[in-house]
């Protein structure tokens, strides 16, 4: 399970990009990228590594995981504790 899913909102945090927010459009497992969205409608292919997931637009947080009582894997926010869906 990968700690970013299509749909999250992000922010680059290195290159001539940085600071932008968007959406992953698209995850390829395989080359360790992502296919970044920002506002402007602008696609940027882009490393996992380079970017971190976004909380409400405010933070940019780590994000681990935790084995809830159903046995099932649930993303949290490494500093909080809290479950992200």
């Given amino acids: 399970m990968k700690k970013l899913r ?11 990009n940085k600071t932008k927010k968007g959406i992953i459009y ?14 402007y409608a ?3 292919l882009i490393n996992i590594s380079n970017i971190s997931f976004l909380k409400k637009d405010y933070y940019p947080i780590k994000i681990g995981f935790k ?4 046995g099932q894997k649930q993303r949290v926010s490494k500093k909080t504790g809290k479950i992200i869906n």
């Avoid at 299509?6 to 001539?16: A, F, H, N, R, S």
């Avoid at 084995?67 to 159903?70: E, L, N």
């Fill in 26 to 39: 698209k995850i390829y497992n395989k080359k360790n990228k992502a296919l970044f969205q920002n506002g």
């Fill in 67 to 70: 084995i809830d009582k159903k």
């Fill in 42 to 44: 602008k696609e940027i």
């Fill in 6 to 16: 299509k749909g999250d909102t992000v922010i680059i945090l290195t290159g001539e």
